[in-house]
């Protein structure tokens, strides 16, 4: 990542946060500890931001809630590529004029580009993707009541909200990894919110490109029997997709190429 990049996701990281660590950036920028501190001192001398022992603090700092995890700015960065393929494959699932939950995440992002053109009734907790498809299509768009986490663009509360009102033929979400014991995510008002959105919906696709199915958290959100779809792309490994095929999910692997079909596993 260049300098200037750096200089911008930091600024950008400490408005957000009010003051954010250097093990929090050298996590979230995938730089050594050494470069980040150059960083903050470069930013520092321009009278940018404020040098706090262990950290950085916005010049006018104010409390924002904020989530674990990776930032929704970043996420997008990560596997681009594949997240475009998988929800490319997962758009085509859907048929016009369903009524469809869409939970939030840089990869069920992706999926506003190929909803341009459809009529669907849709609930997102995606800001984004909700701004995005109110603009740019004739989709019908509901977001349930709460708060909106600046940093990974999501609406979350909780407390119940519209999802106990809204049913939904499927939930197509993304996650923070999935595995033979389910899929995962690592922030508790995550959890909450997507099993409002799971209890609205009767079927359930997950949208993971292959990275997720190597991370692991302590909170399992949804288990494989809940499952009826996965889709990832083309660098998923047999023995990684091994467990869902034993546990009857269908699965469907994106190709790389923009205009391959995805092909169906099981």
Known sequence: MLERERHRLILRTAEERSVVSVPDLCELLGASEATIRRDIAGLAERGEVRRVRGGVEALQPRYEPHLVGTPF??????????????????ASLMQRGESLIIGGGSTTFCLAEFLEDRELDIMTNSFPLASHLVSHSRNRI????????????????????????????????????????????????????????????????????????????SMIVIPLARIATIVTD??????????????GIEIIVAAAEVDAPARQVA
């Open 142 to 217: 509901t977001l349930p009541g709460g708060t909106v986490y600046r940093e990974q663009s999501i609406v979350l509360s909780p407390f119940d909200d519209a999802t106990q009102h809204f049913w939904g033929r499927s939930f197509y979400t993304s996650c923070y990894g999935l595995n033979r014991f389910g899929m995962m995510e690592n922030d508790p008002l995550i959890v909450q919110s997507q099993n409002r959105l799971l209890a609205s919906a009767e079927r359930v696709v997950v949208l993971a490109d292959s990275r997720k199915l190597r991370q692991y958290s």
């Open 234 to 247: 083309w660098e998923a490994q047999p023995d990684e997709l091994q467990p869902f095929s034993d546990a």
């Open 73 to 90: 700015v970043f996420s997008q960065d990560v596997q681009a590529a594949q997240k475009r393929a998988v929800a490319r494959a997962a």
